[in-house]
């Protein structure tokens, strides 16, 4: 992830982010699903040098069957980062970190997912974060929504996800590896919009109540548009698929 050396500047004299976006924008993003053959569901998801390919797997027999339930599916999901993904390279092996954020991502989706509906089975969702350059969790939840949906596993809604972080005292949306290295919050938060349900919030640093209110109003203005891309990405696919 690259050590803390000494504190660059955040938010420069003309209010604008050390990368030149205003506190309250996105960075560029990029959606693309359908992207690998071999997987029922996938989708390649880039929130600025951030890069996460999602794939999906199932509703498939449940391995080992112990696992199984008998009411829905075990919804099962791996993170994991490249050995590449990092500037300093990272061991293959799983961490502590992958295999916390793997259930992290999980619970951060099983309140859409219809699991009742394919009891004894399991979806399995697998996560490769190709570049890591922040907010890799959130990136990886809004990739594996929609890989999921990609693979036509019935939702009440997508989940959208992003992070927001207090940088040289300012709020900021969408927080890259500079901010959350040397701001002094780190808050990702994910949701289902149509249902008015925050699915995922966790803070790492202080907020005061004030900011904690505006940065989760600000968050869910972020998940709001991030959305709105998940579901022009689905439908732009969809539409192809009935112009062939």
Do not use: W
């Not at 003309?14 to 924008?25: I, Q």
């Amino acid at each position: 992830m690259g050590g803390k050396g000494e504190k660059p500047k955040l938010i420069m004299e003309d209010g604008k982010r050390h990368d030149g976006r205003l506190p309250d924008e996105l960075r560029p993003i990029k959606m693309e699903i359908g992207v690998l053959k071999n997987a029922d569901g996938s989708a390649y998801v880039e929130f600025g040098k951030t890069r996460v390919v999602a794939a999906v797997y199932g509703p498939r027999e449940a391995q080992p069957k112990h696992i199984a339930s008998p009411y829905r599916a075990v919804l099962r999901c791996r993170y994991h980062m490249a050995p590449f993904s990092t500037d300093e390279r990272k061991s293959p092996a799983p961490s502590r970190r992958e295999i916390e954020l793997s259930k992290v991502i999980r619970e951060a989706l099983e309140p859409v997912v219809m699991t009742e509906m394919f009891p004894r089975t399991s979806i399995d969702i697998f996560i490769e974060v190709i570049s890591a350059d922040g907010g890799t969790r959130t990136t990886s939840v809004t990739a594996a929504s929609l890989a999921l949906a990609d693979a036509g596993i019935p939702m009440k809604d997508l989940v959208a996800a992003v992070a927001v972080g207090k940088a040289d005292g300012v709020l900021v949306l969408d927080i890259d590896q500079v901010e959350d290295n040397y701001g002094e919050a780190d808050m990702p938060v994910a949701a289902a919009p149509s249902l008015n349900e925050i699915t995922l919030l966790q803070l790492n640093g202080v907020l005061s109540m004030n900011e904690f209110k505006e940065g989760l109003s600000l968050a869910l203005k972020g998940i709001g548009e991030i959305y709105k891309i998940q579901k022009e990405t689905l439908k732009n696919k969809y539409l192809q698929v009935e112009g062939e």
